[in-house]
Each structure stands twice: as C-alpha cells, then as structure tokens.
C-alpha cells in the first residue's frame, strides 16, 4: 500500500471512479487520481448466522488490520447482512456480547448495534490506510434455497434497497469514510440468470434477471452515494 498518511497536509475528499477497465482513485492525496491495484483479503463473520466479525475475541480489529497491511494487503472485502441492517436489535448481534475475549479486545465494537459496527470497522481500517469494499448477503448465515429458482423475491429487494440506503446515509461521508470504496450489490446468488427478457430463458427462471435487479439496485445505491463504485457479481447461467 502507499505510505500513510498521504504526503500531502490536506487530502482531499476520497472519490473512486472506473475508465478504460481500470480502477482509479485520489484517496491516496493524487489530485487527479491514480490507478488503483487491489489486494485485498475477505474478512468474515458479519454475515455468518451469529453475526459477528471473526477474531473480535482475540485481538483488537486493527491489530488485524495491521497484519493485513504489514503483509502488502491494501483491502479488505466485509460481508455484511441486510437482513441484520433493516432489522432493529437484530438477535444475532448478542451471541458474542457474553463472550469475555470480546469484551476484553473490542468491548465498543461489540455493544455497537449491527450497522454502528460496520461503521467502526471500517474506520479502523481506514485509520490505517485499508480500503474496505462492503459485500452484502440477504440474512446472517447460510442463504437458503429461493422459493422460486432464479427470482429474487419482492420483499427480499425491499431488504436489500434498504439496507444499501441506510449504509449509504451512515457511511458515504467521504471524510470520514474515505477508505469506503463500494458495494457489492448482493452476494451467493441462489441460482440467478443472466439475460435478456422475453428469450427463451425466462421460460425456465422467471423474470426479471440478475442483470436488471442488479441495475435497479445499483442504480439507487449511486443515487445515495454518488462517490462510490457498485460492484456486480456473475451468474452461472446466462
């Protein structure tokens, strides 16, 4: 990673932008920006059925954070849950408050309620000059079989849309959370498809496609945070 903080005495507000297939950013202090080369490591635990992030019993999060960066890690892709974000008091955050390792290394991380805990990780991160990109799921754990193969229910895109825009309203502050690159619209796609409405593919998995969910929610998370890029995942039918 670039050395931390940047040289220069004021750095300006993080933006993270794409052309010609590359990435590009100015968080580094680069005014007019600079390809970004990502290498990033996935963090689990805020998306598994209890919620929590892996480690928080053991030592501080940025004790891991610095491992990451002391080993060339410039990212870190975050799992998160909707489900745990739309949900006020959501069970799963207190499995780990009666943990007594956790309460000893990150006793404010773990009384924070569910998205206050997004937030504080990845300021952790980013006092450190990691880049955090958000990985959602619909709900903590395993994610079931969708009732319909390859339709993403109504009520599960309210969750998703919802969850995006309360991230967006608490985290697209690009002082604050300037090392908050993006989202990755939704991840596990339970047999989604890929492809163009009204082909024969419909006949087999019901409209509408991955690919235009994937805009619709895109589209409104950029609407939230303009600054951010949205990351969509492939499909194993198209």
Known sequence: PPPWPPDTKRRQKAEYWTAHNRLYTNAWGREHGAVLNIKGAVWPGMADEDCHLRGVDIHPVGWYVQFLKDYGFNAIRLPIAASAITTERHPCVNAIRRDSGAREQNNDLIWADYLEQVAQIVRAAGNLGVLVLLDMRLQPGKPPDLPVPGHLAQE???TLKTAWVRI???M?????FWNLLGADVLDTLPHMWWGEEGSDEPLRYPAPAWN???SEQGDKLLRACPRWLVFVQGVGRC
């Open 212 to 214: 235009t969910l994937a």
């Open 156 to 158: 599960d895109r309210e």
């Open 168 to 170: 967006a309203q608490r």
């Open 172 to 176: 697209c502050d690009a002082d604050e």
